[in-house]
């Protein structure tokens, strides 16, 4: 009999209707999965993305198959935009986006939605490292930048690192808002770059960062590009393959450009250069091919702008500064770039400076002005032209108002007769103008400025904005190299000179000066028994090479004395070796420069052999500090004496607080009127210990770099 009580129950309570409804919500819901799976959205597309504002917004994806309709529907329009899906599933509408606004949302097929959607400008930064550098790897007063970075009117949209022999369609990447997290790893560039757009345009801004450090402009040019140029083919010689990047033409345009096309995009920041020191000549021609490039693919001659590297000890002589070139070159060899000098604000002993705030405000200065109509200064002095007028030069510059050396004598500022030999030069301003001269130059026809791998200049504009490193002359760069080779003969140095090269001469001073047409002709070994600072260089058919080879040798006492080393310094920082703290070599700014002696997680206990009793009046060394590389101040540095060599009386102890500090130093420790009668020296530097809990390498080995020990 039918039990009409439960009939009449709700159908929540009546078991048989709830298992119904249960299972129809189950269907829906895997239906719905199913659809969704079925869509999928080009790279670029995620909640809390940046559209371009006021242009058309291609939005593309893929469906299960071909032939299906595809109905896109935004929140600013009321018009659905539709499509179908071609025989490889792809699908792509095309959208009008209003100004600046939001947020938004974008339904496709009522399936996938991405919420917080903003329109604005989005800006694509690439490049190597210097790009890639961010917050969290070390920059200028960190702390306080990302504390301050939390802006859900800039976003963020990082391209993963990868490359690709073919072109492809897709990559795994979403946006996000920036907040203080996300700014720490982001770029560092790219992210003061929209900072100040942000800021001052008040409206949205996204960044695409796709960049990879250590690689060369051929990896992001099409290899077509590449493989067609008989120049721009040589790679295979100009790179070696380390395992970290990749090298092969056109891989990283392929895997890290290519899946954002037709994406629309403001423009492009770039910040590389610095591999392709290598290849300066070819980078010349390589760069402006490499930007055309990526217009082409975009179908836009959209604005790029770069940065133009800073001064750098690279090893190799004038290769930075012809990259420097190159780039001041693509200023004029293409339209609508722009070019941010930072000259002033580099580290010649750091390839990645610290200052990326300003490198990003400077390169937002040419969007600003170019783009936004802004009222702003975007460029320091750029060389134009020279004309010559009785035993002067005149330079003239574009953006030069204000014209000045900062501190009123010109630095790194050359000139040169027909002879090619540069002298360093006097100079006055006149608007926009430079006037350069030399006495004893009265036939004048070449200008450098800045122009070499670490010169820092001094030339700005009224808007505090330095000029960039130029040269009048285009002759061909001579960099037939001189090899020094200081021996110990009878504790004193002898130097030979040598060039693998077809020289005609071997030129030499030894005061520090520039060789010249009135240096020295190196003919046999010099002996010397006194400090010498050594410059030389060769002349190759009839011309000064650029490469001046030089040493910096301090004679005293302990000059070649011989060393006993308690603790083992590191095989990859031996210097010269079992004696290196006597080979009167002294240490540079530059943890890798060859003089200096390291040592991972150990004390360094070093007892120098004077030979005989004698008086010592003045101890002098020195210790590197480059935290950023995990090279520590000694915590306690202990120097005694002895006649006997067991016996030893302290002469002074120095402590060193455990402390963050920016930058590269060296402490010297200088012991001054001793008047000790000695034969034995002992310096004791203790390691800091592991790396402390506020520096990045917490917990890890820390190192102490000495050099050299002078004792008179």
């Known amino acids: 009999m039918p039990d009409f009580q439960n009939d009449h129950l709700p159908a929540q309570s009546n078991p048989l209707i709830m298992r119904k409804i249960i299972l129809s919500l189950v269907l829906s819901c895997i239906f719905l999965t199913q659809l969704q799976a079925q869509l999928r959205l080009g790279a670029p597309f995620s909640d809390h993305m940046v559209l371009q504002r006021n242009s058309i917004a291609t939005i593309w994806g893929w469906s299960e198959g071909g032939n299906s309709t595809i109905e896109v529907k935004v929140s600013w329009s009321d018009e659905v935009f539709s499509a179908r899906s071609n025989h490889f599933s792809k699908w792509q509408v095309e959208i009008p986006t209003p100004d600046a606004g939001g947020p938004y949302q974008i ?117 077509e590009i590449i493989n067609s140029d008989p120049e721009f083919s040589n790679w295979e010689t100009v790179f070696n393959s380390n395992g970290y990047q990749p090298r092969e033409p056109g891989v990283l345009f392929n895997a890290m450009i290519t899946p954002l096309i037709p994406f629309d995009i403001a423009g492009v920041i770039w910040y590389q250069g610095e591999t392709n020191s290598a290849n300066p000549f070819v980078y010349r021609r390589l760069f402006p091919a490499m930007i055309s490039s990526w217009r082409e693919a975009f179908d836009k001659e959209f604005p790029f702008y770069y940065v133009q590297l800073a001064p750098f000890n690279y090893g190799h002589p004038m290769v930075g500064a012809l990259v420097q070139e190159a780039q001041l070159k693509t200023m004029s060899a293409i339209e609508n770039v722009g070019m ?64 000045h050396f900062k501190g009123g004598t010109p630095k790194e500022l050359l000139i040169a007769g027909p002879d090619g030999h540069f002298l360093p030069a006097k100079a006055k301003t006149d608007n926009d103008k430079l006037i350069v001269s030399h006495e004893d130059i009265k036939d004048p026809a070449y200008v450098r400025y800045a122009f070499s791998n670490t010169s820092v200049g001094n030339l700005y504009n009224a808007a505090g904005l330095p000029a960039s490193p130029f040269r009048t002359d285009d002759r061909s760069i001579v960099l037939t190299t001189v090899d020094i080779d200081i021996k110990q003969e009878n504790r004193q140095p002898v130097i030979h000179l040598s060039t693998n090269e077809n020289a005609e001469a071997i030129i030499y001073t030894l005061d520090g000066s520039v060789p010249g047409a009135d240096a020295a002709k190196y003919s046999t070994p010099l002996t010397k028994s006194e400090s010498f600072h050594l410059k030389a260089r060769a002349i190759v058919n009839g011309r000064f090479s650029e490469a001046i080879a030089e040493k910096n040798f301090l004679f005293s006492k302990s000059t070649y004395a011989p060393v006993k080393l308690e603790s083992n310094y590191s095989e990859y920082y031996a210097a010269s070796g079992q004696n290196a703290l006597t080979d009167g070599l002294l240490g540079s700014l530059a943890y890798n420069d060859g003089n200096w002696q390291g040592y991972i997680e150990s004390d360094i206990i070093a007892t120098i052999d004077l030979g005989k009793i004698q008086k010592v009046k003045r101890i002098k060394t020195q210790f590197l500090r480059d935290q950023r590389v995990w090279i520590f101040l000694p915590s306690e540095v202990i120097i005694a004496y002895s006649i006997d060599g067991k016996n030893y009386e302290l002469v002074d102890t120095h402590k060193n607080q455990l402390i963050p500090m920016e930058g590269i130093s060296i402490q010297e420790i200088d012991l001054a009127g001793l008047n000790k009668k000695a034969r034995f020296i002992r310096i004791t530097a203790k390691n800091a210990g592991p790396c402390p809990d506020w520096h990045p390498g917490a917990g890890g080995k820390s190192w102490v770099f000495m050099d050299e020990v002078l004792i008179d």
């Open 340 to 403: 941010a000098v930072i000259n002033d604000i580099g580290n010649v002993n750091d390839i990645h400076p610290q200052n990326k705030k300003d490198v990003g405000k400077r390169l937002a200065a040419w969007a600003l002005n170019k783009n936004y109509g802004k009222q702003t200064t975007c460029s320091g002095p750029i060389y134009q032209s020279m004309e010559k007028q009785g035993q002067s030069l005149v330079i003239h510059f574009k953006y030069a108002d204000g014209l």
């Open 107 to 223: 339904n496709i097929n009522n399936s996938i939605i991405l919420k917080d959607v903003l329109i604005g400008e989005v800006w694509l930064a690439s490049g190597q490292s210097n790009m890639q550098w961010s917050a969290n790897a070390g920059i200028d007063n960190a702390e306080e930048a990302i504390k301050n970075a939390n802006n859900d009117q800039i976003r963020f949209l990082y391209v993963p690192r990868t490359g690709a022999e073919s072109p492809q369609i897709d990559i795994d990447c979403k946006w996000e808002v920036c907040t203080s997290k996300t700014m720490a790893s982001f770029s560092a560039v790219a992210y003061f770059f929209g900072k100040t757009l942000q800021e001052d345009l008040d409206i949205p801004i996204g960044l695409i960062h796709s960049s990879w450090g250590g690689t060369s402009a051929e990896v992001w040019t099409p290899k």
